[in-house]
């Protein structure tokens, strides 16, 4: 997916803790808040000024640590 530095976005999959603090997104080197958990689905951040590229996405649930997928940081439109 494509997700603008400071916006927000969900990825879809199983596994997952409803626990908020049980999920570790991890992006490139840097982790993004989970803002909303489900079983099967997570509402991510990516915070604001984050630069812009392509980075591997991965999420860690204990011991588990998913496949990564890739995901496009772009600038936020400017404001008028």
Request: aromatic letters at 10%.
């Amino acid at each position: 997916p494509e997700v603008y530095a400071g916006g927000t976005f969900v990825i879809y999959g199983s596994g997952f803790s409803a626990r908020n603090d049980e999920n570790l997104v991890q992006l490139g080197d840097g982790t993004l808040p989970v803002l909303q958990s489900s079983f099967s689905e997570l509402e991510l951040k990516i915070p604001p000024g984050w630069p812009p590229g392509t980075y591997d996405l991965t999420v860690s649930l204990q011991t588990y640590r998913s496949k990564p997928i890739s995901v496009v940081v772009v600038k936020p439109p400017t404001q008028r």
